[in-house]
């Protein structure tokens, strides 16, 4: 689990540690599978069999290589020196963190304070594996988000509109990074904002958890994924992507099983 990340609705403090207070959908969904998993562990193993027979198929027609993917040259836009005056002024994390976030609160974004170590993670690992995918629940099954990294950004777009669309694909999702308190405070801004007609903050909320997760955390499996999407694109296997999500989820219901 990663160190704590200062995340302020709609998304979450530590990964998914606090998602009964503050992440519904990702509950929802953490609740049925560990209902399921308890209740009739045969029929669970089952669902799980058939999903990673059927689902990820029908996605596994090959990963994007990394080296045709789309790139954005436009830099962060700096923040303004009112905006970083008024908040150097504020004298705890908490103060910065709430005004932050009402900032942003007339819009379809997230936010989040990221403590520099953890940032300084998921910056060094973008430029190694600067593009990767994401799922996310969608009904019945799971939709894909592919997610291209580059400096202190990352843009997510539907899979399905990057392979029928390319580099024209609209972004659904446009995560920025700003450095400037990182010394004197010890921490970095991250805004993210969603396009509401393709996702719903929830969804949104769930990705930018992966790639916190992914990025900043130090778990193995995800960095060897993240390795194979971007080295070896033709063994890539989605189904591994739907296995960690369900994992976090089912950690998730346990947790909440035990209050």
């Not at 606090?18 to 308890?38: G, V």
């Not at 954005?72 to 905006?83: D, G």
């Not at 990074?177 to 909320?205: K, N």
Request: charged residues 25%.
């Amino acid at each position: 689990m990663l160190a704590c990340t200062r995340f302020f609705p709609p998304v979450l403090c530590r990964g998914f540690c606090d998602l009964p207070k503050s992440n519904p959908y990702l509950k929802k969904y953490a609740e049925k599978i560990q209902k399921l998993k308890q209740l009739s562990p045969s029929e669970y193993e089952e669902r799980v069999a058939v999903l990673h027979q059927k689902k990820p198929a029908q996605k596994q027609e090959k990963a994007p290589n990394p080296a045709t993917t789309s790139t954005y040259t436009r830099p962060v836009q700096p923040l303004s020196e009112e905006t970083l005056a008024s908040l150097r002024t504020l004298q705890t994390e908490a103060e910065v963190a709430e005004t932050w976030r009402k900032a942003h609160a007339d819009k379809d974004s997230v936010c989040a304070l990221i403590p520099g170590n953890v940032y300084e993670r998921m910056h060094a690992r973008g430029a190694d594996f600067p593009t990767f995918v994401f799922p996310i629940p969608r009904g019945s099954g799971y939709e894909f988000m592919l997610s291209q990294i580059q400096g202190h950004q990352c843009h997510m777009t539907p899979l399905s509109l990057y392979k029928q669309h390319g580099s024209e694909a609209p972004a659904c999702l446009k995560i920025l990074h700003w450095t400037d308190l990182l010394e004197e405070r010890g921490f970095v801004l991250m805004h993210g904002e969603y396009d509401a007609a393709i996702l719903g903050p929830a969804e949104a909320q769930c990705l930018a958890n992966q790639h916190q997760l992914y990025y900043g955390g130090q778990e193995l499996r995800k960095k060897l994924l993240l390795w194979t999407f971007n080295h070896e694109p033709n063994s890539f296997k989605y189904e591994e992507l739907i296995r960690e999500l369900e994992r976090s989820l089912t950690a998730v219901g346990h947790r909440n099983s035990n209050g």
